[in-house]
Each structure stands twice: as C-alpha cells, then as structure tokens.
C-alpha cells in the first residue's frame, strides 16, 4: 500500500471537476505558444532567412538536442531529490518560476542578424535555443509530472490528458492558421525580421495562461512530511534511471510521442517546401497542423468513457492502423498541384490525425499510469524523473526529426538558398516524403503501444487495487465482470 494520500473536501480541498481540467489544459496552452512557433519555424528561420547550410543546421539541431534531452532528466531529479515544502507544492512552484523566463526566452530563438557572419549566427542559434530550452524545461517537466497527483483516478487522468492535448490545440491551431498569412510574402517567402516580435507576443499571452492554471490546479495526491524526506534522502539518480529501464508502460508510452515527433517535425520543412514550391500557396502549410490536431476534439468528450471501458492500451492502438492506411495512400498516389490536389492531401492528414488522435490523447495518462507502475514494482514515486526521462527520448526526437528531415530534403535535391523557389523536380517530390515520415513513424507508435507497453485494462486493474487508488481498480475489475 502506498503512502500516498488523497485529499478531498474534508480536507479543504474541491472535488476534481471541469476548472481542473480547463486550468490544466491552460497550462500545455502556455507550453505552445512558444513550443509550437518553435516547432513550426525554427528551422526555416535559419536556413531560408538567416541562410545557414541546411546540413549544418542538422548538425546544430542534433547537439541543442542532446544537450536538451539531458538537460531534463537532470532538472527532474532535482525535483524529486528537493527537500523543501513549497507553499504552492513543489510542481507549480518551478512552473511559476520558469514560466516568468519562458515569456522573453523564445524570442531570443529568432534574432534577425541575415548579414552576420556565419560563426555569429551559429552562436546567436545556440544560445537563444539554449537559454529558451532551459526555461521551457523548468515549465514542461514539473507540469507533465502534475497529472499524477491532481488526481489518483485512471479515469480522471485519461480526461487531463484528453484535456492537455486540447489545451495544446488551442494554441497550436491559431499559430498554423494565422502565422502563414503574416509571415510570408507574396512570393512565398518568410519574412523572419517579425518572429521576434511575434514571439514576445506570444509568450506574454502564454504566461497569462501559465497564472491561470497554477490558481486553479490543485495537488490532491500528497505525501506527508516525514515520507517526503525520507524518499528525498533516498534519491538516487543512477538507480531512478534503471528502474525507468525497465518500466515497460513508460518506454512504451515514450515510443508514441517520439514515434509522432520523428514524423511530424521530420517532414515539416518538407510540408512548407511543398506549399512553397509545389502548391504555390504557403499561406495555407500551417492547415497540417490543424488537421492532426483537430479529431483531438472528437475524443475528449468521450475519453473517459474509452479509457473505463476499453482501456487505454486497447484504444491507442486501434487507431493507428487507419493512420497507416492513410500515410501509405499517401506515399504511392499522384496528387496534382491543383485546388483539388490540396484537398486529397488534406483529407489524408485528417485521416491520419483521426487514427493518431486517439492514442494522443491517452499517452498522458498513460504516463502517469507508469509513474504508479513504478511506485508499485519498485517501491518508490518518483514523478518528475520518470517523467523527465519520458522528455528526454521525447526531446531527442524533436532533434533527430528535424535534422534527419533536412539530410532526406537534401538528398533529394534541396537547397536552401533558393527558398521557395525550388526546382519542380524537387518540389514535387515532397509529397512522398511526408508520406514516408509519417507511415514509419506509426509502424513505430504500433510497436511501442501494442508490443512494449504491458498495462492492459486487467493488469491496471490489478495495480490500482495493489496501491489503493480510491479502490479504482476494484471499480475497474467489476466493470468488466458486468460486460
């Protein structure tokens, strides 16, 4: 049994109900508004307007996100070895505190220097990114921790995360909609002077958004003092790694964001190549974007529902296969570059976003889930390392996917310096390569769900019960008997 405790009203705490899950979704709101326009145009940014070598720029990407991805499991132990009681508790307490240096630190991404020399660019790169990541690290981990003790409920954690992909949606779908339109020309080219600008707007509006959760989120699993200290006494860094190794829930909850990340951030320099140079529309290259990430809005209602009844593993991995279906459509049929030719590839993201969306929307509880798995085969909870090492493969995918995206561009004949006026040769190659990123990228995601991931609906059932989770697994098991 553990020795964790739920608060409830008794204790003057409010029953979990919708402003947990609108604040909570408020956060990963916040997370966007930088992460998304960095997600989006860091890499066009410095190679079509600052002009760097795009298979220099891959190796740049590869080392800001080595560094990135160690940079979280570090900050996640501190977490889990700090000592100290914070008033607001230890998760929103650093979210607060990096919060205040996510607001100025994206725009120090996109200074516009084009005329500076080579070596000075690569550094004003290196530092804006890193100085950036280590704020949004601050935020990310501890908030990504959080699903686990807003609630102990499996159910309740399925809607958190249900409603944290809709928060993520929120400020993502804006961002593709509108940025095209006001940082492209008319001749298909970024104007990369205004995302600096842009960037301080948006992170002042993601800051307003990061107050707003940590006034209304509430930490109902806590554990008293004398356990506090004695779990942060215990710490131990290279054995909190281990015992993520062999986490089964958490690799294979891992393996569907970096599964998405290597697909998503591998083909979207090619999306707006596509746009650039094929469709001849770039205002429109944010909509594959939106289309991934609106059937987020089909399931949320209904999460719950799927999670109690099918579970989470079982749901995940339906879907994908209509993602495979959609992706591998993709890679072989013509599609020409007309109004017509739009609207096929954009029915077969839909299509796509439809299968993935699902599994999306459960791979945050399914996180937490593994925290518990955790706590119930090693005896110890270890909230902000494990899910700081979930960031650090999830973080080395936004590094490899990108990067790897930029040599395949290249090895088809990309350059850089033309922008958007690439070769029809080139341009219409495209196509097949978003296609290949994606299709690869949900035989992953299948391998990790289906394969990897070991928390079936009975063997949750049995955990919950194991940790006296409000009884969640006896609720669950007797679910079951009645079907």
């Known amino acids: 049994m553990s020795g964790r405790t739920e608060k409830t009203a008794a204790d003057g705490f409010r029953k979990f109900g919708m402003l947990d899950k609108v604040a909570y979704a408020a956060g990963d709101f916040g997370c966007n508004m930088s992460f998304a326009l960095a997600g989006s145009f860091f890499t066009l940014f410095y190679t079509q307007y600052m002009k760097i070598n795009s298979l220099a720029f891959a190796g740049i990407l590869v080392i800001l996100k ?3 991805a160690i940079n ?13 009681n914070y008033k607001l508790g230890k998760f929103k307490t650093f ?20 005329n500076a020399p080579q070596m000075i660019k690569v550094m004003l790169c290196l530092m804006g990114y890193i100085s950036w990541d280590a704020c949004y690290t601050f935020v990310n981990v501890p908030y990504g921790s ?37 940082l492209y020309n008319e001749n298909q080219e970024l104007m990369g002077n205004r995302l600096f600008f842009v960037a301080l707007i948006l992170g002042v509006i993601g800051f307003i958004a990061f107050r707003f959760m940590i006034k209304n ?42 599964a998405t990340f290597l697909g998503a951030y591998g083909s979207n320099t ?17 909509i594959p974007t939106v289309l991934s990430l609106i059937p987020t809005l089909v399931f949320v209602p209904f999460v719950r529902q799927i999670a109690t009844r099918w579970g989470k593993k079982e749901a995940a991995s339906v879907g994908m296969l209509l993602s495979l279906a959609a992706m591998g459509t993709l890679m072989f049929i013509p599609i020409p570059p007309t109004n017509t030719g739009i609207l096929m590839f954009f029915c077969l993201l839909l299509l796509n976003g439809l299968g993935s969306g699902l599994g999306g929307c459960m791979t945050y509880a399914m996180m937490a889930d593994a925290i518990d798995y955790n706590e119930w085969k090693n005896g110890v909870r270890e909230e902000g390392t494990t899910y700081a090492l979930h960031s650090f493969f999830r973080k080395l995918a936004q590094g490899i996917g990108p990067s790897l995206g930029l040599v395949l561009l ?53 955990m919950e019960s194991a940790l006296g989770r409000k009884g969640a697994g006896a609720e669950l098991l007797g679910k079951q008997m009645e079907d």
């Open 270 to 286: 090619a999306v707006t190549v596509m746009f650039q140079s094929y469709f001849k529309n770039v205002s429109l290259s944010g």
């Open 66 to 68: 080595v560094w990135d």
């Open 146 to 182: 959080m699903v686990s003790v807003i609630s102990p409920d499996p159910g309740d954690r399925a809607q958190l995360s249900a409603w944290r992909s809709l928060g993520a949606m929120c400020s993502s779908v804006p961002i593709g909609i509108i940025l095209p339109f006001v």
């Open 72 to 84: 979280d499991p570090m900050i996640g132990g501190f977490i889990d070895s700090n000592k100290r």
């Open 217 to 258: 989120t509430v930490e109902r699993v806590q554990v008293s003092e004398e356990e506090r200290k004695k779990e942060s006494e215990s710490f131990n860094y290279i054995k909190s790694i281990k015992n993520f190794a062999g986490n089964r829930p958490a690799i294979g909850a891992t393996m569907i964001p970096v």
């Open 410 to 462: 290249v090895a088809i004949g990309y350059d850089e310096k033309l922008g958007a006026a690439q070769t029809w040769e080139v341009a219409s190659k495209m196509k097949s390569l978003i296609g290949a990123c994606y299709f690869f990228s949900v035989i992953l995601m299948i391998i990790g769900v289906r394969f990897v991931y070991n928390l079936d609906k009975n063997t949750l059932s049995e």
């Open 95 to 114: 979210i607060s505190y990096g919060s205040i240096g996510l607001l100025l630190s994206a725009s120090l991404c996109f200074l516009p220097f084009p």
